[in-house]
């Protein structure tokens, strides 16, 4: 067989929707020594690990763990765990990750009821109220920050129409977690998950996810199983529980590094994190504004660390991110589905967002369009 | 909230059932700087690791690629793929393993017929032909080293019997990869997945798969959609194949960790691998027969890589392991289920497989029982 090279990746400057750039730390905690999943010092790095989470999610909810998969494979998580075969569920689709949930509850069995917006704008809390009056549902399903389009979907009104209606509300917080606020407790959410390569700046591989009483509760009612084994939260919460009953072997050393991210974030504060996110978004828009660009999303629905920005008439998508990439060592995002083709998405995520960074992206698209 | 230590896990020896100990170079693999999941030089590094993943499953099967989980969503994508509801499925159970996969099959909606073996003993063909001439079995599931018992299952005579009676086989290696002969396309198994912190000596995060022709032709002929989204081959083939078609965000660095695991493989060559598990296993064994130790497992059927030591009466499980843990920073695994209390698992698996922890542990076992 033939002989391999050494692994040498280049560093990149990562500003598109994921992953971003990671820190140095999170890079050494990722390499530590591995031990057993059942070594008591690992045992006590999953407590740490769960402490943080709760922190950065802003619950106090006890099921609170990193899923061993991807954001997808939490959105996954939620759902199978969330639904039983017949459940009647509403989808709040305003770009790709709304379509995958709806995708998933097909999948799962569920009643599918969708209420759509065109992508670049927010769910109205009122086509909400609307679906449900019609339509039982026993779980409602939302994207907080769509990265395919970013815009940040206000939470508190809808969490109250859902809850006057007695569902569950279901969000994905994969991109804005730990980059705006997030409320968990305060604004009523009952199951939210979320994933390591954006505004945690971690790989990508785990993904966060959390579980208030309702949802337990009706997780405990369920009259079958949860359709994933790998993804049953009420056996996987045994092994993160006070039994630690083996249930499959975790992902020793990326839990190393998502302990070692958080750390930083519970460093920083989450709101100096936010306002850190807010002010080098403002910086960004302005720059982009001065040189004529505009933005996909009206600005009070913008979400701070996603930009998606509209591509002018005459100027090659490919070509430009295929500039970006060899010549500045820098990745964007393009964009997906109906956007394709029509905007860049330039991530400002984590410890990928920095004055340096939005300077050298300014200076950057400048030369190139 | 309380400050947190920098992250310092012990070097620990690990001769449990997995992880076992990591190369050097793969821990800096893994703590390469992080490129994004749709970078040319990240598709260049996939497609360097489905090379090397053919290369030690022995097959020319082209989707072969790590799932985006540890084994046993491994375990969870073979199945679901395979299985329709109604399909009928055979499955063997010679220990937790196969007990997991009928879990399994019934969340798929499989109709379930088991073959039973007593714990530490292998399956004999003739279960697998009597059972399948009574039972229409689309697809026949069994594991190749069950990991509770240390038990290396003979495929041969199965693939044969199962493919007469034209159904897919489906084995679990992910204790046996690059630890033991396995041979998938010579064997005609038609899906297999293993794990990456097993003799591949990766940690663990990721599960080698590979389906050949047979069961993607079913997989093409389902008449209902794959239950997972995250483990549905048809749209991951999508991007591991050459349209690079965006479905979840790849565990970037552990890939990177995963690609140099398999150079090492590649670099030993899996004939001296094989053998190197083969010696220190015998080695081992001559050593536990000395002190009066019995094992657990007829000699013919034991795997090498994991050794299931009846612990001797009188002698207290908990403690020793305890022991050897915190004098001797070494793991070794308990039994499971059944044979909790009764067994000692000892891995020499990949890296951690050397005449050196040979010695160490049979030192330590002396003086502590």
Redesign the interface.
């Known amino acids: ?1 033939e002989k ?1 090279a ?7 400057i ?1 500003l ?1 929707p ?2 971003s ?2 820190d140095d ?1 999170v ?11 059942l ?4 045992l006590a ?1 999953m407590e ?1 690990v769960q402490e ?1 989470l709760r ?1 950065v999610f802003m619950t106090k909810n006890h099921l609170t763990i990193p899923v ?6 939490g ?2 998580a939620a759902l199978v765990n969330a639904i039983e075969e017949g459940d009647h569920v509403l989808v709040c689709i305003s770009g790709v990750f709304g379509q ?1 949930m709806s ?2 509850v ?3 069995g569920g009643v599918l009821k969708t209420v759509e917006t065109q992508w670049g704008t927010p769910i109205d809390p009122e086509q909400v109220r609307s679906a449900l009056a019609e339509f039982p549902a026993s779980v409602v399903a939302i994207v907080h920050a769509e990265t395919s389009t970013g815009v940040l979907q206000p939470l508190e009104d809808i969490s109250r129409i859902v809850h006057e209606r007695d569902a569950l509300l279901l969000v994905d917080t994969v991109t804005s977690l730990g980059g705006a606020p997030l409320k968990i407790d305060e604004w009523e959410i009952d199951i939210c998950y979320s ?1 390591t ?1 954006k505004c945690l700046s971690c ?3 785990l993904a966060p996810i959390t579980f208030g009483q309702r949802a337990i509760d009706k997780l405990n009612r369920r009259s079958s ?6 993804l049953d939260m009420t056996m996987v919460q045994k092994y993160w529980g006070p039994d630690r009953v ?9 839990i ?2 998502l ?2 991210a958080l ?1 930083l974030v ?1 460093e920083e504060g989450l709101a100096a994190r936010w306002e850190r996110h807010r002010v080098h978004h403002n910086s960004l828009v302005k720059g982009l504004e001065t040189m004529g660009l505009k933005l996909l999303v009206d600005p009070a629905y913008r979400t701070p660390m996603l930009n998606s920005v509209v591509i002018p008439p005459g100027v090659d998508d490919t070509a430009v991110r295929k500039r970006l ?1 060899e010549e500045y060592n820098t ?1 964007i995002g393009s964009g ?1 589905g109906p956007l394709k083709g029509k905007i860049w998405r330039i991530g400002l995520m984590g410890h990928s967002c920095t004055e340096e960074n939005v300077n050298h992206i300014l200076s950057a698209l400048k030369s190139l369009i």
């Open positions: 067989m391999y050494p692994l040498n990746p280049p560093e990149r990562l598109g994921g992953p750039n990671v730390s890079m050494k905690a990722l390499s530590k020594p591995v031990v057993g999943h070594d008591p010092v690992f790095i740490e943080m922190h061993s998969g991807t954001g997808s494979a959105m996954e995958r995708d998933i097909k999948r799962c994933g390569q790989p990508p591989g199983p949860v359709q994933s084994w790998y083996y249930h499959h072997t975790a992902p020793i050393s990326m190393y590094a302990r070692e750390r519970v990439l990745e997906l």
